[in-house]
């Protein structure tokens, strides 16, 4: 999703350096000098995000902040030169989901903006979860922890076995070569014999019964799945 992102900011330099990194990212930016021009931007084309300085001419960031959240969730990011814990409570209190001290690297905005609209969607968090998961048949592997499961199960892999097993279910009804299966799990350095992939399938097998890692013959291995 192409995110739309406010910026409420009356310095040139930051307002360049800003929108410079978050495009670099893919966003859209638009960018206000002041909270009453932001208020137009909000009613003609609102942003997903807000960045908002609190020291602006004529409405400052705390009232516009105000303003917002009586018509809106979207999330607001608050960056300022005042650094006194009073403000910042003062800036949350209000509707701030994030306060960030000037001066900051814009890197560090970068991140806390990916890591804010991840958290204020569930929708593309649970994507991206899913993502994580390779469900096979009855073989379910869960990439972020390094955990598989067979037939509701969780099943104790070594190292190899899971990377094996990973690298079938990426690439299911494909047949692998013993010798692309050797570089693939052992790396290209390895310099034992091909009996070793043998080994490993043959342990896969014990511990996931019936799993359809099929011999090719005179080939090597492949998953079958016929939802696939």
């Known amino acids: 999703m192409n995110y739309h992102i406010g910026v409420v900011e ?46 602006l001419p004529g409405m400052d960031g705390y009232d516009f902040c105000k303003k917002i959240r009586e018509e809106s969730d979207v999330p607001i ?8 814990e009073i403000d910042k409570i003062l800036g949350i209190e209000l509707g701030g989901d994030d ?54 199960q969780e099943i104790e892999v070594t190292s190899k076995e899971y990377d094996m097993l990973l690298l079938f279910a990426e690439n299911v009804n494909r047949a692998f070569s013993r010798e692309e299966l050797l570089i693939k799990i052992w790396g290209d350095d390895y310099f034992g014999s091909d009996r070793a992939v043998d080994d490993l399938v043959k342990r896969i097998r014990k511990k996931l019964d ?9 080939y090597g291995y492949r998953l079958r799945s016929e939802e696939e």
Not at 25 to 40: K, L, M, N, P
Not at 210 to 218: H, S
């Open 99 to 152: 306060y960030l001290t000037k001066p900051f690297s814009p890197r560090e905005l970068v991140a806390r903006v990916k890591r804010l609209f991840k958290r204020s969607n569930p929708v593309i968090q649970n994507t991206e979860q899913e993502k994580e998961k390779i469900k096979i048949d009855n073989l379910l592997i869960r990439k972020n922890d390094r955990r598989l499961f067979w037939i509701g």
């Open 210 to 218: 019936d799993i359809q890692l099929e011999t090719v013959w005179g």
């Open 10 to 55: 009356d310095d040139t330099n930051i307002q360049n350096i800003v929108s410079a990194y978050l495009k670099k990212e893919g966003f859209t930016i638009t960018v206000s000098d002041s909270a009453e021009e932001a208020w137009q931007v909000w009613e003609t084309g609102p942003p997903d995000m807000w960045i908002l300085d609190i020291m």
């Open 77 to 84: 990011i608050i960056i300022s030169a005042k650094d006194e």
